[in-house]
């Protein structure tokens, strides 16, 4: 046994285990004489979210992430960028109706240590994600919908406003002249946010919020606010997060799956192919839709892909701040994992 073999088996950890921390080796072998402690500087911030809307709230939560904040706060205050931001029509304010005119969000947000909050099918609430954090840590639920999720908003200080705005409202006015229901692949602006981030400590959060798809039954529920489907959070692991059509995502539990993939060994690129590709098989003859995933493991490393080309997703790190189309399925074809 070579003496960093001993060294780690002296800190009574397996290397597996000591990378599922983030923690090259030989770091800590620098960092430990006597007392065994493992370097935080080998691990590096990153942020990664979804569509083009996602680059200013990437920058949002740089801003905590850069300064040794929270991931959870973190992907909390960035989400909110494209949520406050009227000209952004599928997420929060000014977001797209559903069929009868009334804007309905949904939202989630998972910590580090496993912790979920939810809202859904709330309406009137500018910032939903910030009502799903306060579900997390208030209150003894994970997940409030309705007039109920509304109701618990105003009971913290959250004020009723009308969503629908001008522009929304003209083209819900339109939509209505021939009120085809027929959601359109990937329109910039009709999407969601997810975000997941890794901070300085090694901590992994998630964030997804959306006003869901526009013209939907009055009622429906997507993906984004159901944990596991459009985000999960392990921090052993990794996290993952979806956009596009809700009940694809629901349907194959795609958030978890991505992240039980990377448990089992597959690089966040590879957890997301096959993701996609357990979609893909479920539906048969049925590939006219978008579904984008995004993954980020403990490591710091990411995926994205997607059915459809044009999924855009923006990723920050200490040395990048990036924007990048994803690769696609019907670019690439079936990999073999
Ligand atoms: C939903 N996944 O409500 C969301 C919407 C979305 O591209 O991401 N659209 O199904």
Redesign the pocket.
């Known amino acids: 046994m070579g003496s960093r073999r001993k060294f780690i088996k002296k800190l009574g950890v397996t290397l597996p285990a000591l990378s599922i921390l983030g923690v090259q080796a030989c770091e800590a072998e620098k960092e430990t004489k006597g007392a065994v402690s493992v370097s935080k500087k080998a691990i590096k911030p990153v942020v990664i979210s979804t569509w083009k809307f996602g680059f200013p709230a990437n920058e949002k939560a740089w801003e905590t992430l850069e300064s040794g904040g929270r991931a959870l706060d973190a992907v909390e205050s960035g989400v909110q960028v494209p949520e406050s931001d009227p000209n952004v029509s ?1 997420v929060g304010y000014g977001g797209l109706p559903d069929r009868d005119g009334n804007v309905t969000l ?1 939202s989630c947000i998972m910590d580090e240590s496993g912790n979920a909050g939810s809202v859904a099918f709330l309406q009137g609430i500018k910032n939903p994600i910030r009502v799903a954090r306060l579900v997390m840590e208030k209150t003894p639920h994970v997940m409030l919908v309705g007039k109920g999720a509304q109701d618990y908003a105003l009971s913290q200080g959250f004020k009723v406003e009308d969503l629908l705005t001008e522009k929304a409202r003209k083209r819900w006015e339109k939509w209505k002249t021939d009120a085809n229901y027929q ?1 359109e692949i990937n329109v910039e602006d ?3 946010i997810g975000m997941v981030a890794l901070d300085k400590n090694g901590d992994l959060s998630g964030a997804c919020t ?1 006003s ?2 526009a013209w ?1 039954m009055h009622g429906r529920v ?3 606010p159901i944990i596991g489907a ?1 985000l999960y959070v392990d921090n052993e692991v990794g996290a993952a997060t ?6 694809a ?1 629901i349907k194959t539990v795609g958030a978890f799956l991505i992240v039980e993939l990377m448990r089992q060994g597959k690089s966040p690129q590879e957890a997301c192919e096959i993701a996609i590709q357990r979609i893909i098989d479920k539906n048969p003859g049925s590939k006219n839709f ?1 579904v984008g995933y995004l993954a980020l493991n403990k490591q710091g490393e990411t995926g994205a892909y997607s059915i459809q080309k044009g999924f855009t997703y923006n990723e920050f790190n200490p040395d990048k701040k990036e924007q990048n189309q994803a690769e696609h399925y019907y670019e690439t074809g079936v990999r073999t994992y």
């Open positions: 599928s949904d959601p009709h999407d969601t959306t869901g798809l939907k997507g993906d984004s459009a979806a956009t596009g059509k809700g009940e995502v978008q």
